[in-house]
């Protein structure tokens, strides 16, 4: 399954619904597996009935995309959704419990990286030594159980009041600041709209920002104006929950060279894996299961992060977060450039095996060559792609909190789309040069230089991003009472960073 559909069906979703049936999306991903283990065990959905199989039958890829696409819709349906329904089992006026959802992204990765890991090496040696049938049993009866599992805690679990779309507030700010653009700004601005802070029915209210201020115009009061035409007034927290949408555009934009990077992990890393010597002793690694020396650097990385780092930068600072979110994420970016680096050292000494002994390769070189750059990136994804999981719930107006995972989400899955088109265009630009740098054999080519690219591509990048995270303004909270707060709090104001 490809992170192309899971980005076409996250938004599809997502943009229709604000808060899907988690048992709907679940369900999707059990049928899917459900069909992927009839179209492998069912002989007559066999793909053919002997060993060798020429041509596959016509009702044996029906039913193996069927499965595959309810796989998607249900991986884009419930994934989102359930990390942030995850999230919203935390109060954020409870001192204990804002505190334990600081920690609640790192563990939930921590968590999937460890599914990850048994994922690429029991479920691959049961591919490899059983069947594939084998492994898709084995799968669709861990999914069904986490679902009744899952079902039964419906009892406990705290449920958001539904509000309506969370779109349709940021199109009457917008209509509204249009049609009011020809009025002058109010002197002050607390002369702008806004609800009494007992008036419960719009969630929490935000504090009034400088910048974007032609949004402001939106929330000028007109003269006999009623106050109850959407489309002609809106009050300061919608205005500045729409100027928290476009202020994440910059963000979203420069996080993309970094999902490029991610991607290579999945892709090259693991290609470059079935050119070396992959034994230990009698046992032969499955080439995909390098990809769990990832897991393990991410899983390494957020359990130190949150039990050292955060205490002690908690101390240092005293910021209740250790780490602002940005200046996270930029960290992650760092460990990634150092990984493209050291990928593309690796492949420099495994292309001058190839040069010295051209009948034997690189067959000499222990796979765990590529063990740092594996470990690297994900110790880059441990900071970077936690840091954008956070960024994304937090900083999104709290209708929308959904939606901002799938943003998260669509960082990898753009990401990936951007590889592939970077992979087509450096094959042929180099192409014409006489020798591509991504050919068909990595022996022939030299995707030590596509690395060295990925990594300049990225240094500059970064230099964007910490132009524009220095400008970023976090999202202002009014708090009707004293609670514990990401970062810095004044006697009006907490920013949520």
């Known amino acids: 399954m490809t992170y192309h559909k899971k980005l076409i069906f996250i938004f599809l979703v997502l943009f229709i619904i604000a808060r899907p049936d988690f048992q709907f999306w679940l369900r999707h991903c059990t049928q899917g597996l459900l069909l992927l283990t009839m179209s492998r065990v069912v002989p007559s959905l066999r793909p053919c009935m002997g060993k060798t199989c020429v041509d ?35 109060d954020d006026d409870h001192p204990k419990e804002r505190r334990d959802k600081m920690s609640f992204f790192n563990w939930w990765n921590s968590m999937l990286c460890a599914g990850l890991l048994l994922g690429v090496t029991v479920i691959i040696y049961v591919q490899d030594h059983f069947s594939w049938a084998a492994a898709d049993v084995v799968l669709t009866i861990l999914m069904a159980l986490s679902t009744v599992v899952f079902c039964l805690g419906r009892p406990w679990y705290r449920y958001r009041k539904p509000l309506g779309s969370p779109l349709t507030p940021l199109f009457y700010v917008l209509v509204a600041a249009f049609k009011k653009r020809k009025l002058p700004y109010p002197s002050q601005s607390d002369q702008l709209y806004e609800v009494p802070k007992s008036d419960k029915t719009q969630g929490r209210l935000l504090f009034h920002t400088d910048k974007l201020r032609f949004l402001d115009k939106a929330a000028i009061l007109e003269d006999g104006l009623e106050k109850h035409n959407p489309w002609r007034l809106a009050t300061v927290t919608r205005v500045e929950e729409m100027k928290l949408i476009l202020n994440m555009i910059p963000i979203w934009l420069t996080s993309l060279p970094f999902g490029i990077c991610v991607a290579q992990g999945s892709t090259f890393f693991i290609k470059q894996s079935t050119t070396l010597d992959r034994r230990i002793n009698d046992f032969e690694i499955p080439a995909a299961s390098t990809y769990a020396l990832g897991a393990v650097g991410m899983i390494a990385c957020v359990t130190l992060y949150d039990k050292a780092l955060v205490p002690f930068f908690r101390r240092v600072n005293g910021n209740e977060r250790g780490i602002n979110i940005l200046p996270r994420i930029g960290i992650g970016m760092c460990f990634s450039v150092v990984a493209m680096v050291i990928a593309a050292l690796v492949e420099r000494k495994r292309l001058n095996l190839v040069v010295k002994n051209p009948s034997q390769g690189s067959l000499s070189m222990s796979v765990f060559w590529l063990a740092p750059q594996f470990v690297i990136l994900g110790i880059a994804d441990g900071f970077a792609l936690v840091g954008l999981q956070e960024y994304f719930y937090d900083q999104v107006p709290d209708s929308m909190r959904s939606l901002g995972i799938a943003l998260y989400l669509s960082v990898i899955g753009a990401g990936s789309f951007l590889s592939n088109f970077l992979i087509t265009l450096v094959d042929h630009v180099t192409e014409k040069g006489g020798k591509s740098w991504i050919g068909k054999d990595l022996n022939t080519s030299r995707l030590d230089y596509f690395y060295w690219l990925l990594a300049g591509i ?23 009472t004293l609670a514990v707060v990401d970062c810095y709090v004044s006697d009006r104001v907490a920013t949520m960073a």
């Not at 819709?73 to 989102?80: I, L």
């Not at 990225?458 to 009707?480: E, F, Q, S």
């Open 56 to 90: 596959p039958r016509r009702i044996h890829e029906i039913f193996f995309f069927l499965a595959i696409y309810l796989i998607s819709v249900g991986t884009g349906g419930h994934k989102p959704s359930l990390e942030s329904f995850g999230a919203d089992q935390f």
């Open 458 to 480: 990225t240094m500059g990048n970064m230099c964007i991003y910490a132009l524009v995270a220095r400008r970023y303004t976090y999202k202002n909270v009014r708090k009707t």
